[in-house]
């Protein structure tokens, strides 16, 4: 699951893509001069009325002011392209922090007013495994729905047939390493298991690769479960892979669909790595709340307004299907409604499979109140459970409360997590 309103400002349609280059528009440049220079209230000024409603002068401030928290000084900006879309100039810019890259999309009404902008990490692939790795890693493509995704199967050297594993990313446009900042939770697992038996198929997610097939509106199914059940079949095709030992592991969002993946796939088996079990808009308003209490530069007052407009935009969310969260444009009422009515522990339970579940102790986004959930909810033989003090969301380890700036330091799954994993499959 990414952090979401905290991290996102963005009034742009996810079909907003693809189109013929135009002049850079000026609006663009002095918005990001503006939040650069910390003139927040000038750079505000420059929204038009419907963003302004949608993103506050404190909440432009505090999204800004967390990236600098969190990946350190800006140390240059660079434009990137240019097109028009639905009326608009939209330009993207790579804006280079300390600890990581941004890519900045800014789209400017014919007015001359931003009528939206939007803040996205940039990732590179992971690298690839040295000659001798015990594992080999083949491009693969998951053909489903509009159109294909990039894979990638890790391989265990050898005859075979070999025990095989789907990742299933969380919330959000993700690709197939599962990139956060510095981090490829993803690639971790994949190298991990691979070097222990066990193949593994991670891809990219429909979201991030292809955001155009989203402009008629998102759907679990088109979002996450048809592209991972073709990704099952995909797995189970493979030479030298056992048909019969694929299984699915899904994280965070992808946790709390991989039981039915699992069954919808026939795979044999599900892991649930920091799964939610609560309401999804729940767990979106304490991510706020936590967060905020780990901001002291924004004032009382300005977190007061944050979370009364949150909760006022979460009621029309539950209410009226055709609503909208604007920082996470193009995902309505419908969709949020569909989620939140996904029955996690139901699902598992009714799938009657192998369930491996996992679960950091400092992990923010998804906490004890969802793992102590599963664990009242999930009892028999085939439920198994293993809880890690000191993992984070991404299964990476530290010390004290979890953070934003967390995740932009470079570290790796934990071995033992990875491990427990291996030794499940291996025990079925």
Same mark, same amino acid.
């Given at each position: 699951?990414?952090?979401?309103?905290?991290?996102?400002?963005?009034?742009?349609?996810?079909?907003?893509?693809?189109?013929?280059?135009?002049?850079?528009?000026?609006?663009?440049?002095?918005?990001?001069?503006?939040?650069?220079?910390?003139?927040?209230?000038?750079?505000?000024?420059?929204?038009?009325?419907?963003?302004?409603?949608?993103?506050?002068?404190?909440?432009?401030?505090?999204?800004?002011?967390?990236?600098?928290?969190?990946?350190?000084?800006?140390?240059?900006?660079?434009?990137?392209?240019?097109?028009?879309?639905?009326?608009?100039?939209?330009?993207?810019?790579?804006?280079?922090?300390?600890?990581?890259?941004?890519?900045?999309?800014?789209?400017?009404?014919?007015?001359?007013?931003?009528?939206?902008?939007?803040?996205?990490?940039?990732?590179?692939?992971?690298?690839?495994?040295?000659?001798?790795?015990?594992?080999?890693?083949?491009?693969?493509?998951?053909?489903?729905?509009?159109?294909?995704?990039?894979?990638?199967?890790?391989?265990?050297?050898?005859?075979?047939?070999?025990?095989?594993?789907?990742?299933?990313?969380?919330?959000?446009?993700?690709?197939?390493?599962?990139?956060?900042?510095?981090?490829?939770?993803?690639?971790?697992?994949?190298?991990?298991?691979?070097?222990?038996?066990?193949?593994?198929?991670?891809?990219?997610?429909?979201?991030?690769?292809?955001?155009?097939?989203?402009? &008629? %509106?998102?759907? !679990? @199914?088109?979002?996450?479960?048809?592209?991972?059940? #073709? $990704?099952? =079949?995909? +797995?189970? /095709?493979? *030479?030298?892979?056992?048909?019969?030992?694929?299984?699915?592991?899904?994280?965070? &969002? %992808?946790?709390? !669909? @991989?039981?039915?993946?699992?069954?919808?796939?026939? #795979? $044999?088996? =599900?892991? +649930?790595? /920091?799964? *939610?079990?609560?309401?999804?808009?729940?767990?979106?308003?304490?991510?706020?709340?936590?967060?905020?209490?780990?901001?002291?530069?924004?004032?009382?007052?300005?977190?007061? $307004?944050?979370?009364?407009?949150?909760?006022?935009?979460?009621?029309?969310?539950?209410?009226?299907?055709?609503?909208?969260?604007?920082?996470?444009?193009?995902?309505?009422?419908?969709?949020?409604?569909?989620?939140?009515?996904?029955?996690?522990?139901?699902?598992?339970?009714?799938?009657?499979?192998?369930?491996?579940?996992?679960?950091?102790?400092?992990?923010?986004?998804?906490?004890?109140?969802?793992?102590?959930?599963?664990?009242?909810?999930?009892?028999?033989?085939?439920?198994?459970?293993?809880?890690?003090?000191?993992?984070?969301?991404?299964?990476?380890?530290?010390?004290?409360?979890?953070?934003?700036?967390?995740?932009?330091?470079?570290?790796?799954?934990?071995?033992?997590?990875?491990?427990?994993?291996?030794?499940?499959?291996?025990?079925?």
């Amino acid at each position: 699951m990414r952090l979401k309103t905290l991290l996102l400002a963005a009034a742009l349609p996810l079909s907003a893509l693809a189109a013929a280059n135009t002049t850079a528009p000026d609006p663009a440049t002095a918005l990001l001069a503006e939040l650069e220079q910390g003139r927040f209230a000038q750079a505000h000024a420059r929204f038009n009325p419907a963003m302004a409603q949608a993103v506050s002068s404190p909440a432009l401030t505090q999204l800004w002011q967390q990236l600098a928290q969190s990946l350190g000084a800006l140390q240059r900006i660079e434009p990137d392209q240019t097109r028009q879309v639905e009326g608009n100039d939209v330009s993207t810019h790579l804006l280079h922090f300390q600890h990581g890259t941004v890519r900045a999309t800014t789209a400017v009404d014919k007015a001359g007013h931003i009528s939206g902008f939007h803040l996205a990490p940039v990732a590179s692939a992971a690298a690839a495994p040295p000659a001798d790795a015990p594992f080999t890693e083949t491009a693969l493509q998951v053909v489903a729905g509009p159109g294909p995704l990039g894979a990638t199967l890790s391989l265990p050297k050898g005859p075979g047939p070999f025990p095989a594993v789907v990742l299933v990313h969380g919330s959000g446009p993700q690709d197939r390493d599962e990139s956060v900042g510095p981090n490829k939770p993803f690639a971790d697992i994949a190298h991990g298991l691979a070097a222990q038996g066990i193949a593994v198929l991670r891809y990219d997610k429909r979201s991030q690769a292809r955001p155009q097939d989203f402009a &008629q %509106g998102a759907s !679990l @199914a088109l979002e996450t479960t048809d592209d991972a059940i #073709a $990704a099952v =079949a995909l +797995l189970k /095709a493979q *030479p030298g892979i056992d048909a019969g030992k694929v299984y699915v592991l899904g994280h965070s &969002q %992808g946790g709390m !669909l @991989a039981s039915h993946i699992a069954k919808a796939g026939q #795979a $044999a088996g =599900a892991i +649930l790595f /920091a799964a *939610p079990a609560r309401p999804i808009l729940d767990l979106l308003r304490e991510q706020n709340v936590y967060l905020l209490a780990q901001s002291p530069q924004i004032t009382a007052e300005a977190a007061k $307004a944050h979370l009364d407009q949150l909760d006022a935009q979460i009621a029309a969310l539950r209410s009226d299907k055709t609503a909208e969260l604007p920082q996470l444009p193009g995902l309505t009422g419908a969709y949020w409604q569909e989620l939140e009515a996904v029955d996690v522990i139901g699902q598992t339970r009714d799938a009657g499979l192998p369930t491996l579940l996992l679960q950091g102790g400092r992990d923010f986004q998804v906490v004890d109140a969802d793992w102590n959930r599963l664990q009242a909810g999930l009892q028999g033989e085939r439920f198994s459970f293993h809880h890690y003090p000191t993992l984070n969301h991404l299964g990476i380890a530290g010390n004290g409360p979890g953070t934003l700036a967390e995740y932009q330091q470079p570290g790796k799954v934990d071995a033992g997590l990875i491990n427990d994993i291996a030794h499940w499959i291996h025990a079925q």
